[in-house]
């Protein structure tokens, strides 16, 4: 019983493990050679948890879906085991004892990404797919919890913040490197760039996202101190390979969202009041509304397809609506995640039930080359559109609201920031910028429901918390304590 009571973190840990490959066994799962490797993960989160929490930022750029190797059981190998195990601590931890810091609380960001998933669990239990709505749930659980209550413990600390930082630029740019040598051997063609970075990516599209969530924070890495000429070396040639995956993902929007990150970084550099913004779009609004049958005359004069090889007419191609199959084809998931709320405007069809609903709503004349009626290439395409289909204008509104708070915490950190501690003032910035990116995005993709979108968001996001929590403070550490 001593042995038992001294190591129950542990039998708990392996009769779970135990049970889910006991369960994979019996369906003849490939991947059991991973067996020992799970074990060593149980005993490195529990006795070196802070070491492993950081690990997650390396090994998410270099995870690999088993879906492909098995009949449909998508899990991400090895983060999305480690980030269930966290959560699990966290849930077991605040069962024997509340852990969690008051300062947490403190977040507009904690509180209204609680009420999104709120909101999700509702939308869950009134799905149309209850088992599909609950996996969706479960699956953000361990997505959002361990890192953004767990986060700010671990962030409080400098040079944590950092570490994750770096570990995260390493991670990618192994990716980044795998992806141009294979990419190479094809000429660096368009058509290839669409599968050449799996198995640690699925697509461009989401190697692309995360090139351009990374891009900000290595930029970061190289002015938020002087270097040793060994490591500035490091840090510029990390630069070079993250700017050569960015241009050879062939990814129009994460191009476009660097455009939108640098014009945030202006806007935040001159201190231009959010009240001349708002007037600024009202009036951009306005005279576009006004303009439209002219805008609408041009557009259909833009025959540029984004399969050129021609930088410049590859980004033209973003606003071709008449002939380019992706462009037409993100219209059609548009219409069809349109046309699904206006259905079922309050709960939506049920969290991660798009794929499976949206085949009935398209409409003919909006089907392409590229259409489908099986849920692949993609889903909603847009993070906005796929909270309002699946969760009804509650969804939305919440998830609008938890971008929101993201970036008034963010911006007003930097703000308040003192302006002597150059160093952090830097890291902050890149941080928003980074977020800039992917929020910027997420109007034309979806990618918050896997790892490598979700740990560098939510992560970051746990740095502004525990920053803003030193910051109340004023000191230099808070007193967290794991």
């Known amino acids: 019983m001593e042995f038992v009571r001294k190591n ?96 947490v609380w403190k977040s507009p960001i904690v509180w209204f990404v609680c009420l999104y998933l709120g909101w999700v669990f509702i939308a869950s239990v009134l799905s149309t797919n209850p088992i599909v709505s609950l996996k969706f749930l479960l699956a953000h659980l361990w997505l959002v919890v361990p890192l953004l209550f767990f986060g700010p413990i671990f962030f409080s600390k400098q040079e944590n913040r950092i570490r994750f930082l770096w570990l995260f630029s390493f991670g990618m740019s192994i990716a980044i490197i795998y992806t141009l040598i294979i990419h190479a051997q094809y000429g660096f063609g368009e058509k290839e760039s669409h599968w050449v970075s799996w198995p640690f990516f699925k697509d461009h599209t989401i190697y692309g996202a995360t090139i351009a969530i990374q891009t900000p924070l290595v930029f970061g890495l190289y002015f938020y101190k002087k270097h040793s000429p060994l490591v500035q070396f490091i840090v510029v040639t990390m630069i070079l390979i993250n700017l050569l995956g960015l241009y050879f993902s ?189 929020f910027t995005h997420a109007f034309l993709n979806n990618f918050l429901d896997t790892d490598k979108a979700a740990v560098p968001i939510w992560g970051m996001c746990a740095m502004i918390i525990a920053m803003q929590a030193t910051l109340r403070k004023g000191i230099k550490k808070t007193d967290f304590h794991f």
């Open 8 to 103: 129950s973190w542990i039998l708990f840990w392996s009769c779970c493990y135990l049970l889910i490959a006991s369960y994979l066994i019996w369906n003849n799962q490939e991947f059991l050679s991973l067996f020992p490797v799970g074990l060593i993960a149980i005993f490195a989160a529990i006795y070196y948890t802070e070491k492993t929490f950081l690990a997650l930022a390396f090994l998410t750029p270099l995870s690999i879906n088993i879906e492909n190797y098995t009949d449909g059981f998508g899990l991400f190998i090895p983060t999305e085991p480690l980030l269930f195990g966290f959560l699990l601590l966290f849930m077991m931890q605040q069962i024997y004892k509340n852990t969690l810091v008051k300062e």
């Open 250 to 438: 062939h990814t129009r929007a994460a191009w476009l969202s660097i455009i939108a990150a640098l014009g945030v970084m202006l806007l935040i550099r001159f201190k231009i009041k959010f009240k001349w913004i708002a007037l600024v779009v009202l009036i951009v609004g306005t005279t576009a509304l006004a303009s439209w049958t002219q805008i609408s005359h041009y557009l259909e004069q833009n025959r540029y397809e984004h399969t050129t090889e021609d930088f410049g007419e590859r980004v033209q191609s973003v606003s071709n609506v008449t002939t380019d199959a992706s462009n037409l084809e993100r219209i059609n998931r548009w219409q069809c995640a349109i046309d699904m709320f206006l259905e079922k405007p309050i709960t939506g069809f049920g969290p991660g039930t798009y794929a499976f609903e949206y085949a009935r709503f398209q409409r003919p004349e909006n089907l392409t080359i590229i259409s489908t009626n099986f849920g692949d290439l993609g889903n909603a395409h847009s993070e906005y559109l796929s909270a309002l289909s699946e969760m009804g204008i509650f969804g939305l509104l919440f998830f609008i609201a938890v971008v929101a708070a993201i970036f008034y915490q963010s911006i007003t950190l930097y703000v308040k920031w003192p302006k002597e501690d150059r160093e952090n003032r830097v890291v902050i910035m890149s941080i928003i910028l980074s977020l800039t990116t992917y």
